[in-house]
């Protein structure tokens, strides 16, 4: 199966989404860790309490894990999750003398993915999330929808990691639909294709997709 049917179907489905890339990279690489393991709401609602309680990332690094912890308790694993953020936010001010990656702009797409993935607790996924919606580098990240959906699709082996996934999509997807391809695979993941139950019957890819029900 081509991914371009792929992507133009659920394009068709969807509409069109206009990449935007403007967000503070430290934003979105702190907003991608409390993200793990909740829902949206609750992820943005721990991201606003501690943007608002602390008003800057250098107060963040320099507050007790429990008071980072209190403050992003609406997220779920707070203390997990702000021991990560602590580390992350120290080791950047560490390497590059702030609380900035600014650096990572004139970096080639390879470089800033290793450069974010040495950060403490940054797997490919959070990564590439900051390539992505932070420095407009069309770099794929594959959370638990594009996993599941592409594997019943056929796009990757049913048997591949999501490591491995996060090279074999990169590698099939067009640089210019990444961005349309991440977001459209969630929503659809979110809407059609449950982990459970998919909704096969109201799938705009039902005839193109080798494990629907219909």
Known sequence: MAIEEVIELLEQEYGSHQWGS????IDVLIETILSQNTSDANSGRAFASLKASFGSWEAVS???????????????????????????????EREQGRINLDALKSMNMSEAEDYLIHLSGVGHKTARCVLLFSLGKPSLPVDTHVFRVSKRLGLIDSRASIEKAHSLLQELTPPAKVYQFHVHMIEHGRRICHARQPRCSMCILKDICPSSLH
């Open 62 to 92: 320099l507050a007790p894990v429990e008071h980072i912890a209190q403050v992003i308790k609406s997220g779920g694993l707070s203390q997990i999750k702000a021991v990560r953020i602590k580390q992350v936010l120290e080791q950047i």
């Open 22 to 25: 403007d967000r503070d990279p």
